[in-house]
């Protein structure tokens, strides 16, 4: 006999995701699944439209991430026009796909993560959320709410737009970047980079505190993949696919991405709208790999930035050259946010910067073109082919949180398989999946709930479908 | 020596010569009335509505594009019920084909959205049709999108009457209406089509564009008269 227990968001309209946990006849954790039960399907909505749409398209579609859509978006309609994006105004997709990352790492880390961190997974939850944090430590706060702030507000001054900017286009950005506008970015940084350094020190303080629990918490084996540049270092706008083993061997050690196709197979799941991409050679389900903060530095040489490589190297001294615990998505994310100013900064100095050359032209020259870039939570794919007038006929996206689907729910079993005792729900268990899977910060919006809290219910299943027990938070 | 006429309009003692129409007269008074169809410079075709006013002594309403001025004319530009149908009929026009502004090239700088701001349009209240359009991007400079297109024939009207080519044309009916390049052939293939781009430059919404423009990304068309009408084939060196 087989028992299942079925974590539900509560608000339906919030919530796109819900958890079952397989027990067999004697209590034990056997099977775990994350599902995902919303999903809009981009690949429909966007046939027959023309293609220079896409970016803006794209971007609503999957609204959590939208200025990391559009450069995938952006860099597709390039290869379809064959034509490279200006220099200039690739670099300046480079600096808005950075402030995304800074921005949204630093959502997750300080806003959705930070509380658990500081008071406990088994903190009252009225307590474990950023006004918390605000009231315990306020210093920890300021600094979260400081970076965020910074990552959207450059994203504004560039993009005229918070949520959506019509400023990445094919070919490169709408406008060049104004001389003030640089200024005062570059202004801003250095407070942002002593922010960052002050949050990684807390963070590091407080890890011998979680170092048993990061053993169970989603450690596992799986390769990796991320985007490196020439040197090996970390990319999030170009490149090559990096992928490793879980030892650090390479799998591949440089593939153009759009060969993706070739290693990456699209598994589907009749319990999860999402796709479940997995490493080819290795075959479904083996070729599990992680993508995002982790991953990135596990395939990354290095950073490429002074602070962020000091940081790292002491990441690797402390967890090793490659991290294999969700856990440790934490403190990489930590790194990235260091990493994403340096690096906006040096781009920002570049001596082209304000070069009034932003954008190439051109015409459909090609049917097919594939875009990929690191999003926040990973790498992210955009694959179209088009017909003679730019009309878009198919379209396939891997997105970054379909290609940890798999970690996911591994992460989400072992968790299960660690807390779960018996046939009765219990708070921590919950508070644990929970955390779990905002490690990989899956860009669904229950995973950014207000203030942090996941609206959950967890519910024990008979197999003839019966409730046995409910936790409803 | 032509006829000067005496009238009022909204309450305001206003003068038009002989052969002005309502809106002229309204508009030279500094009274507003919203129109689509009409475009200064072409002519007139009373294709939208919009611009419809109350006359004192007559039941039905009138449009002040189509309507000349008369001596002793008593006119309602303004009213309650002016506001509702106007309301009406721009809800209308976005419900029967299908608009989604955020990804739309002509978004923040289309005249519908205009209208429907200016008239406190927050919702709509009837069934979207959702029909199935199509996109014709056959033409090496520009595309029109179906979806987005409200008929006000525009595009017909400067093409045959200010650039003589008569490209565009309408066919089929009712809620199949479209407008037509040269009997249905593709855009591209026209043998009458000169590119002069007077077309896009006309359209009020995002249903003509350039083409590789990125959404939000059209042209910002002020259009006092028709002085910008050379603009795209100057722009591009035809
Ligand atoms: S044409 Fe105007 S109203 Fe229609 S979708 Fe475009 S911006 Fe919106
Ligand atoms: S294509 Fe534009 S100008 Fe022509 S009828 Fe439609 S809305 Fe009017
Ligand atoms: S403007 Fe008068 S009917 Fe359209």
Redesign the pocket.
């Known amino acids: 006999m087989t028992r299942t227990i079925v974590i539900d968001p509560v608000t339906r309209i919030e919530g796109h995701s819900k958890i079952t946990i397989q027990l067999d006849d004697r209590g034990e954790v056997v099977d775990a699944h994350f599902h995902v039960t919303q999903f809009r399907g981009f690949e429909r909505i966007t046939q027959g439209r023309p293609v220079h749409e896409m970016p803006a398209i794209t971007a609503r579609t999957c609204g959590i991430c939208p200025v990391s859509h559009m450069v995938a978006a952006a860099k597709a309609v390039d290869d379809i026009m064959a034509v490279e994006a200006a220099p200039t105004g690739a670099d300046l997709r480079r600096v808005i796909n950075l402030a995304q990352v800074v921005q949204s790492h630093a959502l997750s880390f300080f806003h959705l993560s930070s509380p658990d961190l500081l008071f406990g997974f088994d903190a009252d939850p009225a307590r474990r959320n950023i006004i918390g944090v605000a009231r315990e430590n306020p210093g920890l706060a300021r600094d979260g709410i400081a970076i965020r702030k910074l990552g959207q507000q450059i994203i504004e001054w560039l993009g005229g737009k918070r949520i959506h900017p019509p400023w990445i286009v094919p070919g490169g950005v709408a406008e060049p970047l104004a001389e003030e506008t640089r200024d005062r970015i570059l202004a801003a940084i250095p407070e942002a980079i002593a922010a960052a350094q002050r949050a990684i020190a807390w963070y590091k303080s407080d890890l011998v505190r979680w170092e048993e629990e990061a053993a169970t918490f989603g450690n596992f084996r799986t390769a990796y993949m991320g985007l490196v540049d020439r040197e090996g270092l970390v990319d999030l706008y170009d490149g090559w696919l990096r992928v490793i083993d879980a030892d650090g061997k390479p799998l591949e050690e440089r593939v153009d991405p759009r060969r993706y196709a070739e290693f990456i197979g699209e598994a589907v799941e009749p319990w999860t709208y999402l796709k479940t991409p997995y490493w080819k050679p290795m075959g479904y389900p083996d070729g599990i790999y992680r993508v995002g903060p982790l991953a990135r530095l596990n395939v990354a040489e290095r950073t490429g930035t002074p602070l962020a490589d000091e940081e790292l190297e002491k990441f690797r001294w402390r967890i090793g050259r490659v991290a294999g615990s969700s856990f440790h998505y934490h403190y990489a994310r930590l790194i990235e946010i260091l990493h994403g100013l340096e690096r906006i900064d040096q781009l920002l100095r570049g001596p082209d910067i304000l070069s009034k050359h932003v954008r190439s032209r051109a015409e459909v020259n090609r049917h097919e073109g594939i875009g990929v870039s690191e999003a926040p939570r990973g790498t992210l794919f955009h694959h179209y082919r088009v017909d003679d007038h730019g009309i878009v006929e198919w379209a396939n996206l891997i997105i970054a949180t379909g290609n940890n689907n798999m970690a996911m729910n591994r992460a989400v079993l072992q968790v299960a398989r660690q807390h779960v005792r018996g046939d009765r729900l219990e708070e921590p268990m919950l508070n644990r999946v929970e955390a779990v899977i905002r490690c990989y910060d899956p860009c669904l919006s229950c995973s950014t709930h207000a203030l942090g809290q996941m609206a959950l219910e967890l519910e024990l299943r008979a197999p003839d479908g019966t409730t046995l027990d409910t936790l409803t938070r | 020596m032509s006829t000067v006429h005496t009238l009022r309009i909204d309450g305001k003692d206003v003068a038009g010569s002989d052969g002005a129409t309502i ?1 002229e007269v309204a508009r030279e008074n500094g009274i507003d ?6 475009l200064d410079g072409i002519s ?9 006013v109350e006359i004192a002594g007559s039941p039905k309403l009138a ?4 309507t000349r001025v008369a001596e002793g004319m008593e006119v309602t530009a303004h009213s309650e019920r002016l506001l509702e149908y106007r309301r009406a009929i721009t809800e209308m026009l976005f419900v029967e084909r299908n608009h989604v502004c955020a990804v739309c090239v002509a978004n923040n700088h289309c005249e519908l959205q205009d209208l429907a701001e200016d008239l406190g349009v927050t919702h709509f209240d009837l069934p979207r049709i959702n029909p199935k359009v199509e996109v014709d991007a056959s033409h090496p400079l520009f595309a029109i999108d179906h979806n987005r297109c409200i008929l ?1 024939l525009r595009c017909v009207r400067v093409c045959d009457e200010i650039e003589g080519a008569h490209t565009w044309d309408i066919m089929h009916r009712g809620l199949d209406t479209r407008v037509q390049t040269d009997m249905g052939l593709a855009w591209g293939d026209s043998p009458t089509c000169t590119s002069c781009g007077k077309c896009v430059q006309v359209c009020p919404t995002g249903a003509l564009f350039e083409k590789g423009r990125a959404v939000a990304r059209g042209t910002r068309r002020p259009r006092p008269f028709l002085p910008w009408m050379r603009v795209v084939a100057e722009e591009r060196g035809l």
């Open positions: 809106l009335i919203p129109t689509m169809c009409h007139d075709r009373g294709a939208c509505r919009l611009c419809m449009p002040a594009c189509m006000c």
